[in-house]
């Protein structure tokens, strides 16, 4: 199984991710796990991803995409994976697509999940105050969502054009989420 998992930040990605890919028996994928594993490291990938995460911005392609491609690579990937976070760009959807070919394989689905901004900010700052996270302050939270709209929700059109799209309601009790996503993957075969 080769899943794609997109949603804004705050919708539930991470979590579903962990379920849903243990469920496959393939490995998530997120690049904010590595992202944020890099910056706990002090890498020098990890201070240049903290500028732009700091802002609210998207790490660049060109970053991104040489990670992601390191990771599909690796053994464990190799009877499917589970993205979490990418790709975020049109661009990356190329990329992506490129390294798929050269896997000689391709997606089974890209599950959307669908929240309301305003109950993703308040997830976001009580998260915020839990984990002590310095990058989601409101206006933080609030760029993020303005630059998923911007950049990540046209790839929902391209992955629904193609067929592969899956939505499902984020917002609910995780098992009732996770059910969802489970119930609209079987469907769409």
């Known amino acids: ?59 660049p392609d060109e970053i991104t995409n040489a990670m992601v491609r390191d990771r599909v690579n690796l053994p464990d990937a190799e009877p499917g994976f589970l993205l979490d976070g990418y790709p975020r760009t049109l661009a990356q959807v190329d990329e992506l697509d490129d390294m798929l070919a050269e896997l000689g394989t391709k997606l089974d689905a890209a599950v959307s999940l669908a929240a309301d901004q305003d109950e993703l900010v308040k997830r976001l700052l009580k998260r915020a105050e839990v984990e002590g996270r310095t990058d989601d302050t409101e206006e933080v939270i609030r760029r993020r969502q303005e630059v998923y709209n911007e950049q990540t929700a046209p790839l929902i059109k391209v992955y629904d054009e193609r067929g592969l799209l899956v939505e499902v309601d984020g917002i609910g009790e995780v098992d009732t989420v996770t059910q969802r996503i489970f119930d609209a993957l079987e469907t769409q075969d």
């Open 1 to 59: 199984m080769r899943l794609i998992l997109m949603g804004p930040p705050g919708a539930g990605k991470g979590t579903q991710a962990k379920v849903v890919a243990e469920h496959f028996g393939v490995p998530a994928i997120s690049t904010g796990d590595i992202f944020r594993a890099n910056v706990a490291g002090r890498t020098e990938l990890g201070q240049e991803a903290q500028r732009y995460m700091d802002a609210g911005e998207y790490v």
